[in-house]
């Protein structure tokens, strides 16, 4: 099967308008029972068939005792039988011409080694057949949209609509969110439970969101990546068209040896998920609390044009909780016009302080509140407007919601969140009055603000992403030959001669060198750069040069040079290393400023990942270092480069000259190209660069690793 | 009035026997109308006597015209009327012998310089006659005690009884979290709003709920702090007895404008604020969630004996999900051992695996829930359970609670935490059954992780705090003639020898040194301590002595020494300060390891903090610097030289020795005691302390500002 019809036979499981439940029960509480029940309930506008040797009639509906016996089309068989039988019950549903199967059951590869093999000759009938199947170990799947209403998993509660598609790798998992949802008044257009994915994996169901234009946002719950390189190249584009946000669990390593039991697929690198997500702008959070704030914020606000943000309040206490909550979040606060101030005062009392947070205190009324929010609304200065309600006298909670849905009429570009710390019946008496509430409405400011944050964040992601790689040019032959040369002599780890001279074909700054293999021509070098200078040696055989004394640092003159010299051979004499020492390097002494930065390519699972941070003896101990996927972008290579505290120290630290952010970039980027051009390259490490004092930027190390 | 007096006199307000509510009125949705309805349908048990000359009843209670034709004994009069007739009216109470007033009106400091002159002729009016007030500008006060149920404030929504004492700045606020702990669960035993603070503030406060034993915890809402001393020293005692929480507002720079403009009162510097709140252990939150979170747990839990976490669920995600947050929160997860795990193969399914987090799978029964739960707080590895319950298929939510909470009584010693994700009415089917629920119960695993991490964190304070304040042989007369000598010069900035003498004299570890005032002294002084040297000058009237060229490090040898020290005078008498040049010191030059660090004393407002983190050139960039407030004890000084990324490079960094932490905690203690010893100090900068390879460590350079 080819993508586009993967993706129609996806769309045949998802928008069914016919379904055989297999192992329907009326035993209650059973999964077979729940499943009919649940399809019923929420109102399935298509044609449901249980299936069941035992039964004639499951809650109302005639069943079959096999899908052989159904006449009609099937579009969908959903399967909760014991695991043993579920291949037989597969080959009938192949015999009865249905291909989409969506199967509950457990007991396979999360079980054990028969499991696995079981659920290995259901994948392989399945693809031999060309059929789709979702599960095994699933919850099922739900499709709200109004005029199919499908709810084929066992989920006790029944979903609201929205425009949310949510896949999940735990199928329990899904069951709970599904059942705080509604409380929470998060709407859902899909869910699918991916289970084991034994056929249909989490990136076919990206996929299929991104053509299916009644998926607005993308909520994952993954532990594990079937394929890293497709995941990402998904996530880059589809995450440009509609956001998707992503927990991925095992973070930590407890979290990951969890994983790991869970579902008996590895978590993967930690560093390279991250690496993944963010370099594709992906929204990754933590917690599922804050996926759902994200989400409640995505489902109704629009990108801000301006990101200004304007608070109001009918108490202090709370705009200043707020306000310091978007300082957490490097939210700038509007600063109001004169214009805007004098058109406050003339609407609000003279108590009301005409600052931002605006506090229009307590005894505000509807109109005061509403004339408030429009003049902010209206304000070129505020691009954002969070609304705090406390009910302290008067209760006008629905009617100021009301008049934000007309104001969000009035002015769409502004999104409008709000947080309402009212009566617990306030969501009841709400849907009275405003059926279908496009307000996010939080208890708590750290909500709302958490949620607007990653608006913002989007935002920039998509303005400024520049997802070009750009090339430059370098002399690839010159590494080609070097590589060769490694090659025949089986060297894992490059010496260093050859690493500097790959810097120097792709154009990474080091700082001045020659190599020597006399004293005079190592003096004659020294007096062409300028002393201080610094002896390095090239060897085969030596891994660590520093360790066998193979570095000696700030050389000042001839006579020095020459006793230094000196000693640094005698130093490989007594350790039998003359043979192996290719040359001794004659480096320029960089006179640094104690400004230090790593860069590099790390290797982890199948990918290369650039990274950039804090060098020297912080590298270990601050771990101020960032990774992202190669080949990178140079919106990616710009993040990085912004990304750590590595960023001030470029700046003007103690009155040295600044570094050149976009040089570091591109030693980032040319880099990438390196490891895009030369795959056997594994890990390269430019440590340290440092920087001087006039901001110039040299390397004076290179390690490079094949695989 | 003494402190024992003004005690009984708020004691006397918040157990008040009889209420006066003057202004109270007819009219729905005024606050004279709110007060009198709140105190009635709460069920106040005292006696209530309306104040209004306009009405003979309000709300079927027969009113008064004034205070005066009250017959009886009246413990408290609330107070409802404009701003204006405010001081007539208390005039009335103590004419009646009224001496607790709570003071809703607002028209006060909050709004002009009027109302700021009004309230200090009150606050004078109230010192002058021995009474006591609660507010202006406040929402009032309350009291859940079972035989009191005392709810004099206007928020419209009565509280659920608790052991929790609130007391908030923000009247407005107040009543928002009023509407919004019973959506929570989480009672209140009291609440005072403080409002303007012109007599009773936030300190009154807490030392009143130190001595109240119906209160079990405090929950501060904070704007800005009366006297930072007096607060450091409560809150050190206090909290010591019941958990003190705090959210101060105005953290960061917006929200330190937005407070002033809300109170009227300055933010304070959150350094300091900071600085006392974790000195004195107290938690302090950044959001009202968090806070909720943090007091639930303590409402309900136990501190635990045992810190490792065991995760029960019946859903493989959240397990992972919980586990990877206890990963965040750096929380243990026990190891469960082979006992156990044979224990728990007897009870559950084969399909369960028997690992932590203990995945019980979605069939599971009531019973195999409880069992696993009983098995898991019954082995000695485990101190803390969080249950994690989903419905899936058969909801057992309620009887699952009901299980928990009777294990909890069988192990009291052992924290049970909760993360429920079932149907929106499970509150309600719970409170049928479970009257009292003792188990917090929460609907997301941060929420429940979050305030676990803070329950432990109180167990690490007070099982660990030694919050004595050691003392040291010191030479303080040295340090005596020094500052005499300074303020006779009328110097601010200590000069370098000085500075050196009173390290000395404190027992500071400095490089060796000893001043020159000629070239043979210095060269005498070079043999002596061994080259390489530094020379560095020591001037009354030069503050930035590299600034002019007056530190010259790394001479090598005599005849280097010579040169440098003929520069360095030529140099000075080129600015024309020899005058001022009162020696130069020679310093041994100290081979570091690149590990540099800082200490000192810093000052804010009339508070000195002592300091530590990373020096040298990271100290800007990186801010790894923590504060702490002085008297340092010896477990600040500890957590000071723990909290930041300092405390990695004061390890093994490149094989170099450890630098001892106990050493360092000393520098800061002998800071912190010449400080309390010498007033007259304002700031003292030890940057850099450079660690050597061997782990040993020097103060290179010394910087005492005086005030």
Chains 1, 2 share one sequence.
């Not at 590494?479 to 090659?487: F, H, P, R, S």
Request: charged residues 25%.
């Amino acid at each position: 099967m080819n993508k586009a019809e993967r993706l129609e036979k996806l769309k045949n499981i998802m928008y069914a308008k016919s379904i055989a439940v297999i192992g329907a029960s009326i035993k209650k509480g059973t999964v077979g029972n729940e499943l009919i029940k649940r399809l019923i309930e929420f109102g399935y506008k298509g044609k449901i068939y249980p299936v069941n040797i035992k039964y004639d009639e499951i809650e109302g509906i005639p069943a079959y005792a096999s899908v052989l016996d159904i006449k009609q089309n099937v579009d969908l068989a959903v399967i909760a039988v014991p695991s043993k039988v579920v291949l037989d019950v597969i080959k009938e549903c192949h015999s009865a011409n249905i291909s989409g199967i969506v199967l509950i059951s457990s007991g396979f590869k999360e079980l054990n080694s028969e499991g696995l093999a079981m659920e290995k000759e259901i994948s392989d009938f399945i693809k031999k057949n060309n059929m789709m199947l979702i599960g095994p170990n699933c919850l099922g799947i739900l499709n709200t949209c109004p005029n199919l209403r499908l709810n084929a998993c066992f989920a006790p509660v029944n979903p609201i609509a929205g425009k949310i598609g949510l896949a999940t790798q735990s199928g329990a998992l899904a069951s709970g969110i599904i059942n705080i949802l509604p409380q929470i008044k998060l709407g859902l257009r899909q869910m699918i439970s991916i289970g084991n994915q034994a056929d249909v994996n989490i990136l076919d169901i990206i996929e299929f969101w991104e053509n299916d234009d009644n998926i607005e946002q993308i909520l994952l719950y993954i532990e594990s990546i079937p394929d890293n390189q497709k995941f990402r190249e998904i996530c880059e584009r589809v995450n440009r068209i509609k956001p998707i946000i992503v927990i991925k669990s095992g973070r930590t390593e407890t979290g990951t040896r969890a994983a790991a039991s869970h579902t008996g697929a590895l978590a993967g690198d930690d560093v390279l998920v991250e690496a993944m997500l963010s370099g594709a702008g992906v929204i990754r959070e933590k917690y599922l609390r804050d996926m759902f704030e994200t989400a409640q914020v995505f489902s109704h606000c629009v990108l801000p044009k301006n990101e200004n943000l304007a608070i109001l309040t009918n108490a202090g206490g709370p705009g200043v909780l707020a306000t310091d909550t978007a300082g957490d979040f490097n939210i700038k606060m509007a600063e109001l016009s004169e214009g805007t101030k004098s058109k406050l005062r003339k609407v609000l009392p003279p108590q009301a302080g005409v600052n931002n947070p605006l506090d229009v205190i307590a005894s505000a009324t509807r109109e005061q509140y509403t004339n408030a929010a429009e003049i902010l609304l209206d304000a070129d200065e505020v691009g954002v407007l969070l609304v705090i309600y406390l009910y302290i006298t008067t209760q006008n909670d629905v009617e100021i919601i009301q008049d934000l849905e007309n104001l969000k009429k009035k002015y769409p570009d502004k999104p409008i969140i709000s947080v309402f710390m009212t009566t617990a019946d306030f969501p009841e008496r709400l849907k009275k009055v405003v059926k279908d509430c496009t307000i996010p409405i939080f208890n708590f400011e750290i909500e709302a603000v958490h949620g607007l944050k990653k608006l913002l964040d989007r935002k920039h992601f998509l303005t400024e992403a520049n997802m070009e790689t750009p090339k430059f040019e370098v002399d690839k032959n010159l590494v080609k030959n070097i590589l060769n040369d490694c090659k025949e002599k089986k060297v894992k780890q490059i010496s260093t001669l050859p690493s500097l001279k790959i810097f120097d074909a792709y154009g990474i700054p080091l700082a001045k060198y020659a190599p020597a293999n006399t004293f005079e021509e190592a003096s004659k070098i020294a007096e062409k750069i300028g002393y201080p200078v610094v002896l390095k040696i090239s060897s085969d055989t030596i891994t660590h040069k520093t360790d066998v004394g193979g570095v000696v640092t700030n050389i000042k003159d001839e006579k020095e040079l020459k006793t230094e010299w000196d000693a640094l051979l005698n130093r490989m004499k007594e350790i039998n290393q003359i043979e192996g020492l290719e040359c001794v390097i004659v480096m320029k002494q960089i006179i640094g400023s104690g400004r230090e930065f790593v860069a590099g390519i790390a290797s982890r699972e199948d990918s290369h990942l650039a990274m950039f941070g804090l060098g020297g003896v912080f590298l270990e101990v601050l771990k101020e270092v960032e990774f992202s996927s190669c080949p990178l972008s140079a919106y990616n290579a710009k993040k990085l480069v912004t990304q750590t505290k590595a960023l001030k120290m470029m700046g003007n630290v103690r009155g040295y000259k600044s570094v050149s952010l976009s040089k570091m970039q591109e030693v980032l980027l040319r880099l990438s190209q390196m490891v895009s051009d030369f795959e056997e390259i594994k890990e390269i490490d430019v440590n340290p660069i440092m920087a001087t004092k006039d901001g110039e930027m040299f390397a004076v190390d290179a390690r490079i690793i094949l695989k």
